[in-house]
């Protein structure tokens, strides 16, 4: 507002899109945070995810999910019957946070059993904005926020039972998911920037990727590449159930339409490139594509990107990123353009993996 001369009287409303994924927990009294934020990219409850992925309640959830899905062919049963959580998945770090934090773990033990005294408030990256921007009177999220958790069930729209059953998450410490835009999100504090400024839109940051690419139209694809790699479908007023790994996800709501997306995820893409600069393989990340170009092909070598695992349609958690195919020719080209081509292959398994699953037609890729 400064760099454009004007205050924030002048504004006519704003909106915002965040990073999905990312939380923080709080104390609902004073508002004092917990913990800093748990990224989307933290590995810390890995241990747990593979513990509880091998669960007997898991593996109930996911039989008794098959079952229904053969007598009823119900897409919800079909998600169910090939669930697993990942670390990327809200429910193992919030568990894993609770468990190992002890101010946040008396917070909700203390809902747990309705007792009174200190009560937690968990938030992803909007919800926290929202609260601390209204001075603390709203305690909201969106669908496409809430939808990329991991434990929100965007069939049915709510918040997951088996989940708030399984990892006892009190209810009363998750916000109210509201419409993507309008007027549920109030407006920002005057103390903020001297005047209140209307709250219009709140909205994740793949969805709003594929609503800034223009992918209104039901098979409207579009991919995005940052830290980590998405390809995004919209499919309409159905949510697309996968066998492979494609997550069913709310783009948005507006009204009382809801648009749906299949996701595909490479969780590693920019950071390859961050990680070539750390070792010296690059100076700046720019300069990756100028370095590959300067040989015809990679030699033959082939780079694995997954730091963080394989997603879809491998859906390997414990798989690791490496070089493989190196010869006594390899040279520092090689090795950056075969990183290069690592992330595009993968983009391109996600894509093949998208054909595969979906009968929507499309005719460009955004």
Not at 102 to 116: G, H, I, Y
Not at 217 to 239: I, Q, R, W, Y
Not at 296 to 313: C, V
Request: glycine content about 8%.
């Amino acid at each position: 507002m400064k760099d454009a001369g004007v205050s924030a009287s002048d504004v006519t409303c704003l909106g915002m899109s965040t990073q999905r994924s990312s939380f923080v927990t709080w104390d609902r009294v004073t508002g004092a945070p917990f913990h800093n934020f748990i990224t989307w990219k933290d590995v810390r409850a890995e241990q747990h995810v593979q513990r509880w992925n091998n669960s007997f309640t898991m593996r109930t959830i996911r039989v008794a999910s098959g079952l229904l899905h053969a007598v009823t062919r119900s897409k919800r049963f079909l998600a169910g019957s090939v669930l697993n959580m990942t670390s990327s998945h809200v429910t193992p770090r919030l568990a894993w946070a609770i468990e190992t934090n002890s101010d946040l773990s008396s917070a909700v033990e203390a809902m747990r059993t309705n007792k009174a005294g200190k009560a937690a408030l968990f938030g992803t990256v909007d919800t926290w904005l929202l609260y601390k921007m209204t001075e603390g009177k709203l305690h909201v999220t969106d669908p496409s926020c809430a939808s990329a958790t991991g434990f929100y069930d965007p069939f049915v729209m709510e918040w997951s039972s088996w989940a708030l059953h399984l990892f006892k998450f009190p209810l009363e410490m998750l916000p109210k998911v509201v419409e993507t835009t309008g007027d549920v999100f109030g407006s920002t504090h005057p103390s903020i920037w001297g005047s209140p400024i209307p709250i219009k839109c709140s909205v994740a940051d793949q969805a709003a990727s594929l609503f800034g690419s223009c992918c209104f139209a039901e098979g409207d694809l579009k991919v995005t590449m940052g830290t980590g790699a998405f390809l995004d479908m919209n499919t309409g007023l159905s949510p697309h159930a996968s066998a492979a790994g494609l997550y069913p996800q709310v783009a948005w709501k507006l009204g009382d339409k809801i648009t749906y997306m299949a996701e595909g995820s490479c969780n590693d893409c920019g950071g390859l490139v961050e990680w070539a600069r750390g070792m010296g393989l690059i100076s700046r990340p720019e300069e990756s594509g100028t370095i590959a170009k300067q040989v015809a092909d990679s030699d033959g070598a082939i780079f694995i990107p997954a730091f963080a695992g394989l997603q879809a349609p491998f859906n390997d958690h414990k798989a690791a990123a490496g070089f493989i195919g190196l010869r006594a020719s390899t040279s520092r080209e090689h090795l950056v353009r075969c990183i290069l081509e690592g992330i595009a292959f993968r983009v391109v398994q996600l894509y093949e993996v998208l054909l595969k699953e979906v009968t929507l037609e499309f005719s460009s890729i955004r």
